[in-house]
């Protein structure tokens, strides 16, 4: 044995060099005579069952059958507190905040883009539940369900007013973000929804410092400022909001008519609720409508500079793929712009494939992401046209409403209506009257 | 008045047709996901012939303790009396003092079978996935040691952190049905 | 009313101070505390499982490396199990700490939102609209904020987005195609990797090979170098590499040698992994220990053993990895070589009978020693090497033995096609010409086989037999139309590819081991003895040469661009023409390979220079050629090749001239390597694009250019390398030359103000460009050149700058001495005469510092300063007694060498750029306007001549034998007599 150890000690610059990590049989297998020792195999621990997976799903419909019903037709903010605090518990630390909605977005655009992945039908009931719920009943998801929401609306200790021009332009970054998360989904680059889920790492009570970092100051502001992370960030909000623009039913302050009290009206930490619109005087209309007419001819343009901008950051947003990264390094370790290799670098050249091959796939990856960058950058353009000219049209509201897409159907006003204590005493005591 | 009536009327009909249009998208979106979908969940493993052993699973899970822990697989093993995957490189004598083991902490356990075969298992508690044996077992040894993610710790993220940091990209989501990728024995 | 609401309220906060509330606050502020104690606690944990941990796991390592050495030192012992027990401690704490540490955070945080929340709610004010003064007003401004703030955001993205994309990023579509063509497994054509050369057919395509030398007188033979261990293996060369291995019973080593100077550049030992039951090999002597020959994809070198062993080289004789195949089971013992292709080494393992099915075919990565792929071959043991023939449309790797020839898709391992025809031993190797494979059976039969077949083609693809016999050993060649077979015993036979007719037969009586090759029309036979027989064989033998070694030889001779490569039993020989290539580095003396001449001293020790020429009239002047690009470098020569350099803002070009026609040989593009997206640069135009000299080791010409864009070309105007060191920062633009020391490029790369700490000094590999060393330094931007001086058998790189002059060891960089003695503009370069170092700071004074020191030494080393003034740009020159300093207006003065008293001045009433140079005792100052002043400098300033050129010049004159070259604004001069 001592001749053995000697060869191994000899051989210690190769074991640093070899590249050869999975091993090759150099010992026969043992035939033992003495003992009849059985050869054991090794413990395989089975993965969560399918079934608890379908179980979240279940319970994720009963919660949002529930919060619809608790938003449109029991009006009662308490039960709304107790379900979003249960969503809280089961979806977020029960489950870790893992699959969520919004991350589920990804693997259905990989799922899309990508014939080999086949995207787990939980996925999909996860990703669709909360959009139909929203089409029919508007954003009882957001109130009630998801946990990140959840987590934000616990904090929410001292609502501030952010002022409407700071709340549009913040807005923004959510659209920003989905395209990215898109665009990186799409090429198979990263899920970057999850790497930087703000809150995922308090749910496991563990992870990484940064991004521990990360939620506590989200949470911190939102004990000022309502929901941060859902208004400004969220990119599935972004998908939620535009759907319930469209919903069958939505949360109304009022049970039956406005009576114009204005009450409501610093009732919502979220600034969704929106004032009576008196009507507009001839010289402003006039201004307007020419803005408007500019500002539409204005959408194209900006549609299409929105393209060419993302287009021609590709080398940057390529980046994200780690072939590309691969190649570029390898690039530079041949070319001696840096000396010092990393374990990529290594691996890839021990598997001996052409840097010549590696180098055409990172070209033609960074195609694939010229042409995302178009539509992303396209997607941009129009969401920032859009937004313009919807600041520029006006509206006539004649009573207080909640916004159709801000609302996030917590249902905080509603006590606020002196017509909802009427209509709690009616509930309470009408059958009694007779 | 009519007119109003008149404009109300063909919004509304507008909404309608958009949220119509909208609740047909998602079923399209379902439909395009669902045409290959997949009974059972996807979780990650380590392709143990891609792993080049680096110490990043022991750093980068998520858990405070990693999820990804090494395992013996006996069939490979050759049972050696001086196990590269249990002594330090030039370890004289062999015997389970700490300036001979190479692992950190101490998670393989040697037991001796008969002359001159020794069996190494590893205690999963200690183990926290950092390569070392695995590293010396591949260079010199079967290469029955390598790493694999264990399913009762993984939380199955949806972006594996490791899996990103992975220069070989030897992370790999596999069906939850086949939730381990284990060597396969050479030996005939 | 409003006003009344208003009351309420405020009478309403003021009853809300109930005790309750004041409760939730104290909780609130409590659980507060007491969460942010909890969350630093958990960071400092944290902190100390990643830092502190790593940092004992260090320890631990070096404590245990330790033990190894003193392995019962029981103290050390102990020591190592304690901490070791500590660690692991440590590591469970942590993690126990870290849970708990959540759990109670989490509690606190929850306590601390639950009271704040009661706290606030108790509190409630009531809803107090503020009914708004002018509802219009505020919604219109809302809507104009609001779009403002949009289209803030739009512009801020758009920046940021413009920012991005405007950074330069690697074209891979270019890169892939560069890669193609760069040095690389390509190459393996050009060189002779492996057995028997390209294709492994033993023919050569280099038209100069050597058809003449005697072992005896040391004629024709450049060099002869003792070989360690023996072998009968070949040699095979790749670049100015040559690899070969030998072994005896106990040790297998791989040699790599110098083609230039055949020195041994390094020996790598393979160590025996057999099993330890094994008993040792033993080798019948025909065959030796080391038999099989080496082969080389240009990165790796790869080597394989009778014993089983594998192992792999880097050219740096690093051992990349190696392995044991287990050991060949061979009645003669081992010995096919290894055949290359791509980064795949390939070994044809022929063990045992037919029947015992052990025979493999193995292909290595030549990296990590991955097996790519093995496929077991239906064959007996063999001593036939494998060849990878590229057949036009495709790569075979064709491979025979008993009783199967069977050709291979050398990528997978596939099998394209297999023919049964051989049967017994067989050790000569396959060839491939034109569509054909030929395989013979020792004694008995030669085999054409069409290779374009499909699975099994024994009856269909076998184009002719020849039943009169083949050699044993000798592997056959052939030109395309006829075929050469050589057996042991020294029989030539020739037949014709097309039908096998034999064309001829030659007895040369002589034993033969080593294949015969081909270079052009000549056979190339080496004797067993050592005699080579050269004989033109296109119709029959006519023996042109025989040329005698003097040395047994079994190994195959190397053919490469001039050269053959002859392994005797003991001496490795190298037979070719000295060529500049070779005798370079000997006598860098004669030439002038670099700023200022050998040293860069602007001394030249030819005596027969020139002293009288005339421009106008074109008296004595060679040649005048014009130079494409301008440039302020001066022109330097070796043997018959003179370089300068040239630019403009968007071309960068090395320029190559012939000595003796003045023609325009080649010119060389430097590509612009930006690291980042740098605007083009902008140059004052007394510095120009193109400032620095080139420099040259009489293989390759280095140069570099003020964008840091670094090129190197071989005399034939190929480039090998190029790099991009950073865009140097330099006030007037870079202008320091480069300075050689023997294959290092030496780069004086100074940056920015002395604070910036940008400056370095970077010595590249003249092969491969590689960074052999690099130093920082700690001076600001400088212009002056670097000299590598010869200093009482001291070699040091001297460099000045501000504020330090320095002196290195110039093949570590290691830092000998410096002074601190310079500020300012350092343009004009060191020099140094018996034991002093000059040196020279602008307008204000000359320093002699003497070179003996060690470290800083300011105080202890400057042998004297003189204050009076000094020029800007010229460097000084010296003869030994004096030095002679030349201003830009003009004036010329001589101090003495050993006190620094002035001993003379001149104005010579001119401008000058070019810095002055000494021939024997004659001073040469080449003017502005390009008046050459020539003057016996030993008293005092005697002028003998004043040539006047009729063209600008700023550039300082090379001098060679008999000549001089000048470099003027648009013209190159040549100055000499031709004879």
Known sequence: MRFFSNILLGMAVSLILCGDTSGIERFPPPDFVETDHFIPSPTTPEPRQDVYEYIDAAVLLVALGLASYLVLKKRSRRAIFALTLFSLLYFGFWRKGCVCSIGATQNIVFSIFDPDYAVPVVVVVFFLLPLVFTLFFGRAFCAAVCPLGAIQDMVLARPVRVP??????????????????????????????????????????????????????????????????????????????????????????????????????????????????????????????????????????????????????????????????????????????????????????????????????????????????????????????LKLIGLSVWRQRTDYEADQASCLACGRCYKYCPREHVRLKKTKDGPGKW | MTQNDKAINRRNFLRDGLWGGCLAALGIVAGASARKKRKNDLVWQIDPYKCIACDRCATFCVLEDSAVKCVQLYAICGYCDFCPGYFELGATVLDTGAENELCPTGAIKRTFIEEPYYEYDIDEALCIGCAKCVKGCAAFGNGSLFLQVRHDRCLNCNECSIAVACPTGAFKRVPADKPYLLKEAEHA | MVANSHKENVSQQDQVTSSWYRCAVATAVLSAVFSIVICAFMLMNYGRSKMVGTAD??????????????????????????????????????????????????????????????????????????????????????????????????????????????????????????????????????????????????????????????????EGILWKTKIPLSGNNSPVVWGDHIFLSGADPNNRQVYCFDTSTGKLLWKGDVLSLTKSDEEPLEMMEETGYAAPTVAT????????????????????????????????????????????????????YDQGGVEDNKSEL?????????????????????????????????????????????????????????????????????????????????????VAIKADGKGDVTKTHIAWVSEEGGPDICSPVSNGESIFLLATEGLLECYNVSDGKRLWEKDLQEPFMASPSLVGNNLYMLSEKGIMFIADAASEYEQSAKCELGEKCHGSPAFADGRIYIRGVEHLYCIGE???????????????????????????????????????????????????????????????????????????????????????????????????NEEPLEIME?????????????????????????????????????????????????????????????????????????????????????????????????????????????????????????????????????????????????????????????????????????????????????????PDICSPVSNGESIFLLATEGLLESYSVSDGKRLWEKDLKEYFMASPSLVGNNLYLLSDKGIMFIADVRTEYKELAKCELGEKCHASPAFADGRIYIRGLDNLYCIGSND
Not at chain 1, 224 to 241: D, E, K, N
Not at chain 1, 320 to 327: D, F, K, P, S, Y
Not at chain 3, 382 to 411: H, K, M, R
């Open chain 1, 164 to 385: 409407g021009w700071a709340e549009s332009a913040l807005r923004l970054l959510a659209y920003v973000y989905l395209a990215l998360a898109i665009l990186f989904a799409a090429t198979g680059s990263a899920f970057v929804i999850c790497r930087y889920d703000p809150f995922i790492s308090i749910f496991r009570l563990s992870g990484s410092l940064n991004i521990l970092i990360l939620g506590g100051c989200l949470l911190l502001i939102g004990v000022f400022v309502g929901r941060p992370y859902c208004r400004f960030l969220c990119p599935y909000g972004v998908i939620l909001r535009q759907l319930s623009r469209l919903s069958k039913w939505r949360v109304t302050i009022t049970p039956d008519e406005c009576i114009q009290c204005s009450l409501c009206e610093d009732s919502c930490p979220f600034g969704a609720i929106r004032r009576p619109a008196v009507q507009w005087p001839q010289q402003e209309y006039h201004i307007a409508k020419t803005r408007l007419t500019f500002l539409l001819l204005l959408l194209p343009v900006l549609v299409f500079f929105g393209g060419w901008a993302g287009s021609s950051l590709k080398g940057v947003t390529s980046q994200a793929h780690e072939t590309v990264r691969l190649a570029k390094q390898i690039y530079l370790e041949d070319a001696g712009q840096i000396e010092e290799v990393m374990d990529a670098s290594t691996a890839f050249r021990a598997t001996g494939q052409q840097t010549k091959e590696l180098y055409e796939q990172a070209a033609d990856i960074r195609a694939r992401f010229e042409v995302g960058g178009w539509i992303l950058g396209g997607f941009i353009g129009l969401v920032i046209g």
């Open chain 3, 57 to 218: 796991e260090t320890v631990i390592l070096d404590l245990k490396s330790e033990i190894r050495n003193r392995p019962d030192d029981e103290q050390l012992l102990s020591r190592i199990r304690q901490f070791d027990l500590l660690l692991r401690q440590q590591r469970i704490r942590a993690l126990d700490r870290a849970r708990q540490g959540g759990y109670l955070l989490l509690a606190g945080v929850v306590v601390f939102i639950i009271s704040l929340r009661s706290a606030i709610a108790s509190q409630k004010k009531l809803p107090s609209p503020k009914l708004c003064v002018d509802q219009l007003k505020e919604q219109v401004g809302n809507a104009k904020y609001a779009r403002w703030a949009v289209t803030g955001s739009l512009v801020t993205l758009a920046l940021s987005s413009l920012f991005l994309a405007s950074r330069v990023e690697i074209d891979f579509a270019k890169a892939g195609a560069a890669d193609a063509s760069s040095y690389s497994v390509n190459d393996v054509a050009k060189n002779w990797a492996s057995f028997r050369g390209p294709n492994g057919a033993g023919i050569s395509t280099h038209a100069n090979t050597p058809s003449r030398w005697d072992g005896k007188t040391g």
């Open chain 3, 297 to 348: 994809d240009g990165r790796y070198v790869c080597a394989i053993f009778p014993t089983g062993d594998v192992a792999c080289f880097d050219f740096k004789g690093k051992k990349v990895w190696e392995k044991n195949l287990g050991r060949p089971d061979s009645a003669y013992g081992y010995a096919a070589s290894l055949a290359v292709y791509q980064n795949l080494f390939l070994i044809q």
């Open chain 3, 362 to 446: 193995i292909a290595l990565d030549g990296f990590s020693g991955r097996i790519v792929w093995q496929i077991k071959r239906p064959v007996g043991n063999s001593w036939s090497s494998p060849i990878v023939a590229n057949t036009g449309e495709q790569f075979q790797l064709i491979t025979c033995a008993d009783p199967w020839v069977i050709a291979y898709n050398p990528t997978d391992g596939a099998e394209l096609w297999r023919a049964n025809c051989l049967t017994g031993d067989i050790a000569s190797s396959p060839i491939y010409s034109n569509g054909l494979v030929f395989v013979i059976e020792p004694y008995s039969k030669l």
């Open chain 3, 578 to 676: 000295k060529d500049p290539a070779s005798t370079s580095l000997q006598d860098p003396g004669k030439n002038w390979p670099s700023f200022r001449g050998p040293e860069g001293l602007g001394v030249s020790d030819h005596t027969n220079i020139p002293t009288r020429w005339d421009g106008k009239t074109g008296e004595g002047i060679l040649w005048k050629t014009e130079i494409p690009l301008p440039g302020n470098n001066s022109p330097i020569v070796w043997n018959d090749h003179v370089f300068l350099s040239g630019a403009d803002p968007n071309n960068q070009q090395v320029l190559c001239f012939d000595t003796s026609t003045g023609e325009f040989l080649w010119k060389g593009d430097v590509l612009s390597m930006p690291k980042r």
């Open chain 3, 686 to 870: 007394e510095t120009g694009y193109a400032a620095p000299t080139v420099a040259t080791d009489g293989r390759q010409v280095y140069t570099i250019f003020p964008t840091g864009d670094l090129g190197s070309f071989d005399f034939k105007g190929k480039k090998v390398w190029e790099k991009n060191l950073g865009r140097p920062d330099s006030a007037y633009g870079y202008a320091s030359s480069l300075a050689m020391y023997q294959n290092l490029l030496l780069i004086q790369y100074d940056q920015g103000g002395i604070e910036d700490e940008k400056s370095k000094l970077i010595a590249l590999e003249g092969s491969s460009g590689r960074i052999v060393w690099q130093k920082k330094r700690p001076v600001g931007n400088s212009w002056s050149s670097p000299i590598v001086a010869n200093i009482r058998e001291h070699l040091q790189l001297l460099t000045c700058a501000d504020p330090w002059v320095i002196a290195y060891n110039p093949s570590d960089g290691e830092e000998i001495w410096r002074a601190n003695c310079l500020s300012g503009d350092i343009a004009s370069s060191p020099i140094y005469a018996n034991g002093l170092v000059f040196v020279i700071e602008p307008y204000s004074k000359l320093v002699a510092i003497k070179a003996d020191g060690k470290g800083d030494v300011t105080k202890t080393h400057i042998a004297w300063v003189s204050e009076e003034g000094g």
